[in-house]
């Protein structure tokens, strides 16, 4: 099943949703599509015009540009997912996805959709991340 | 179609494999694909059926110890690769996650041995009935 993941680049999710026989849904998959079929500078911090105004199928006008770019970006990703997990509170969540309120909108989506979901918080310690890879594989085995 | 599909190798902070012994073992499976070894372990492109060949044997190299993911831009390409003073705006996130991939680890080690997840812990708030007798005797 394709399982989209929160953080969208997350080496951690990316890698144990792949181990326990699922297909991670990410981000870099729709980089690679835009470095390789457009011809845009740089993706993500570039988008088509296409991109943005797909972004407002989710919010409106008034939000502004990096969110609905983001949201456009991400929305072929999460449209096709048959499961979400999402790690909350990932101290790395900066940089290209550093937008704490796409995140919040995207969380939000996410949890209107009434697919299978995982939430979790990124582990801070050894026995947090026990837990969290025991919760994801309980997870992932139970989706058909 | 896709027709090609990087990947990310990083190798645990816990494991004694070195990049250089990663890419070593890489380029001895002999297959169709462009290596490169890195400070975090190796990046590998390929047609994706190769690629999984390759990441599922990297993965057994070190058991839970070597972890994968895409990247998008190709090996090289110049708006990322340092050699081309390319900027790199990922890798403080691929930082972040190799530290904790120790624990990470941990975890699947646990999956290994067949444990499941264990109880939540007991909520400790104090009962509401309790909570009226404490404001009672605070505000007698």
């Given at each position: 099943?394709?399982?989209?993941?929160?953080?969208p680049n997350s080496l951690i999710l990316f890698d144990l949703?792949?181990?326990?026989?699922?297909?991670?849904?990410?981000?870099?998959?729709?980089?690679?599509?835009?470095?390789?079929?457009?011809?845009?500078?740089?993706?993500?911090?570039?988008?088509?015009?296409?991109?943005?105004?797909?972004?407002?199928?989710?919010?409106?006008?008034?939000?502004?540009?990096?969110?609905?770019?983001?949201?456009?970006?991400?929305?072929?990703?999460?449209?096709?997912?048959?499961?979400?997990?999402?790690?909350?509170?990932?101290?790395?969540?900066?940089?290209?996805?550093?937008?704490?309120?796409?995140?919040?909108?995207?969380?939000?989506?996410?949890?209107?959709?009434?697919?299978?979901?995982?939430?979790?918080?990124?582990?801070?310690?050894?026995?947090?991340?026990?837990?969290?890879?025991?919760?994801?594989?309980?997870?992932?085995?139970?989706?058909? | 179609?896709?027709?090609?599909?990087?990947?990310?190798?990083?190798?645990?902070?816990?494991?004694?494999?070195?990049?250089?012994?990663?890419?070593?073992?890489?380029?001895?499976?002999?297959?169709?694909?462009?290596?490169?070894?890195?400070?975090?372990?190796?990046?590998?492109?390929?047609?994706?059926?190769?690629?999984?060949?390759?990441?599922?044997?990297?993965?057994?190299?070190?058991?839970?110890?070597?972890?994968?993911?895409?990247?998008?831009?190709?090996?090289?390409?110049?708006?990322?690769?340092?050699?081309?003073?390319?900027?790199?705006?990922?890798?403080?996130?691929?930082?972040?996650?190799?530290?904790?991939?120790?624990?990470?680890?941990?975890?699947?080690?646990?999956?290994?041995?067949?444990?499941?997840?264990?109880?939540?812990?007991?909520?400790?708030?104090?009962?509401?009935?309790?909570?009226?007798?404490?404001?009672?005797?605070?505000?007698?």
């Amino acid at each position: 099943m394709k399982v989209f993941i929160v953080p969208p680049n997350s080496l951690i999710l990316f890698d144990l949703v792949e181990r326990f026989g699922h297909e991670p849904l990410s981000t870099m998959q729709l980089i690679q599509e835009m470095v390789d079929n457009l011809e845009i500078d740089s993706p993500p911090l570039n988008v088509t015009p296409d991109d943005v105004k797909r972004g407002l199928k989710y919010a409106g006008i008034e939000v502004p540009s990096g969110i609905r770019g983001r949201l456009a970006v991400w929305s072929e990703l999460f449209e096709q997912a048959d499961a979400t997990i999402i790690m909350e509170d990932a101290p790395y969540a900066f940089g290209c996805v550093g937008c704490h309120r796409t995140n919040l909108i995207l969380n939000y989506l996410l949890r209107q959709r009434g697919m299978p979901l995982l939430e979790l918080r990124y582990p801070l310690d050894d026995e947090e991340a026990m837990t969290m890879v025991l919760q994801v594989k309980g997870f992932l085995g139970g989706l058909k | 179609m896709i027709e090609r599909e990087t990947r990310l190798l990083v190798i645990s902070p816990t494991s004694d494999i070195t990049p250089d012994q990663l890419t070593r073992f890489l380029h001895a499976m002999d297959l169709p694909i462009t290596i490169k070894e890195t400070c975090y372990g190796a990046m590998v492109e390929g047609d994706p059926d190769t690629i999984h060949r390759v990441v599922d044997g990297a993965r057994a190299l070190d058991h839970n110890k070597i972890f994968s993911k895409r990247r998008g831009y190709p090996i090289g390409d110049t708006r990322r690769c340092r050699a081309h003073h390319g900027s790199r705006p990922g890798f403080t996130q691929l930082e972040a996650e190799w530290h904790d991939l120790g624990r990470i680890e941990l975890g699947l080690d646990c999956c290994d041995r067949g444990e499941s997840v264990p109880e939540p812990t007991v909520d400790h708030r104090v009962p509401i009935n309790r909570l009226r007798e404490i404001i009672k005797e605070v505000t007698e």
